[in-house]
């Protein structure tokens, strides 16, 4: 079984500082893991993905993550918060084997302050 | 290249009425997924579809049901609607491949069922 702890339901930040979003996963198989965003009243939008290879992950609106094994996490930076950065983020994970579906955290309402 | 579009974009239902919701995929993606939104429940895994066969199920009730047709878009059927499956339903779509490597999907923006 997979599972995805996000910590913080809640996070806010001022416009320019460090934006960190948390993640820890459960996976009894090679994970790959996710980042989306949520806009109000629209689906996800796929922000980065880690599958092998490098564990920092570059994605897009200059978000980044890095995949750290020893600490099952995978958190999310942004250097510098944006205004357009508010939203809601979910992490998500999924094994490396025939389960296909992705098992997502409960979700990180970003609030940028101005 | 057009996304995952999702029909309705909302419904209003009475309880005990059926809803059926639309997804088309992403044009040469065969496997489709259903995932609910309801309020402070996160997204819920309802069904996953590829290549026309149901392949995997969340832990809902047998009134949740589904199908994917030939050309690959699905249809998720809700019975004897109850207020609590007010929710905002996602579709999303990914490429198949029997080596399951398709990494994350494209969402679609989802209907928004509201049960009275």
């Known amino acids: 079984a997979q599972s995805v702890t996000q910590l913080g339901s809640h996070v806010s930040v001022s416009e320019g500082a460090l934006v960190l979003l948390r993640c820890n996963y459960s996976?009894?198989?090679?994970?790959?893991l996710f980042w989306y965003v949520q806009y109000p009243n629209q689906g996800l939008q796929l922000l980065l993905k880690?599958?092998?290879?490098?564990?920092l992950v570059k994605g897009i609106n200059g978000f980044e993550a890095e995949f750290k094994k020893s600490e099952t996490s995978f958190h999310l930076t942004k250097p510098s918060a944006h205004m357009s950065d508010a939203a809601e983020y979910f992490c998500a994970v999924r094994s490396s084997g025939s389960a296909r579906q992705l098992t997502f955290g409960s979700g990180t309402q970003l609030t940028v302050l101005p | 290249e057009a996304g995952v579009t999702q029909s309705p974009t909302h419904l209003i239902k009475t309880r005990g009425q059926q809803a059926t919701l639309r997804c088309s995929p992403i044009?040469?993606?065969?496997?489709v997924y259903w995932y609910q939104q309801a309020l402070g429940l996160g997204l819920q895994f309802l069904l996953w579809?590829?290549?026309?066969?149901?392949?995997n199920r969340g832990n809902f009730p047998p009134r949740f049901s589904g199908r994917q047709f030939p050309n690959y878009s699905s249809e998720l059927n809700v019975n004897a609607l109850e207020l609590e499956d007010s929710a905002l339903y996602l579709c999303?779509?990914?490429?198949?491949?029997?080596?399951?490597?398709?990494?994350?999907?494209?969402f679609g923006s989802g209907t928004r069922l509201t049960v009275v």
């Open positions: 579809y590829d290549e026309g066969e149901e392949r």
């Open positions: 044009s040469g993606h065969t496997s």
């Open positions: 996976s009894s198989v090679p994970p790959y």
């Open positions: 880690y599958t092998t290879g490098a564990t």
């Open positions: 999303a779509s990914s490429s198949g491949g029997g080596s399951g490597r398709n990494y994350g999907y494209t």
